[in-house]
């Protein structure tokens, strides 16, 4: 299955921002729904965004108007942008894809996943 590397995590003041970043090993070009779930100190994963293969997104209510999920076909590469950023937003955030055409928060179970990438906002 496809690997996948994240990168852009790191520690924020409250009302800053961050750009996470997902290298996936292989195209994900029509053939990958791409995602970002995160998982809070004592919590479980939750879905943040996902993005499927028409581009169409789907956000978490709690993320909806701060956080940007994007996808670049050419560089393989999946972002997500977070703006105005809460200490409740503080978590180990993971990139994740599957092998499906149309996918939303609701439907996406990830068959793949990144190693996770630390965001800590104080």
């Known amino acids: 299955d496809v690997q996948l590397v994240e990168s852009g995590g790191g520690s924020v003041q409250a009302g800053g921002s961050l750009r996470l970043s997902c290298v996936a090993s292989?195209?994900?070009?029509?053939?990958?729904?791409m995602g970002w779930f995160r998982q809070a100190p004592g919590g479980e994963r939750e879905g943040v965004a996902t993005?499927?293969?028409?581009?169409?997104?789907d956000y978490a209510h709690s993320v909806q108007g701060r956080f940007i999920i994007s996808m670049d076909n050419d560089k393989n590469t999946l972002y997500l942008q977070m703006n105005d950023l809460k200490p409740e937003d503080t978590a180990i955030y993971y990139c994740?894809?599957?092998?499906?055409?149309?996918?939303?928060?609701?439907?996406?179970?990830?068959?793949?996943w990144g190693q996770g990438t630390q965001v800590t906002v104080s």
């Open positions: 993005i499927d293969t028409t581009h169409s997104t």
């Open positions: 292989e195209t994900t070009y029509k053939r990958y729904s």
């Open positions: 994740a894809a599957e092998r499906r055409l149309w996918n939303n928060l609701g439907t996406m179970t990830p068959t793949a």
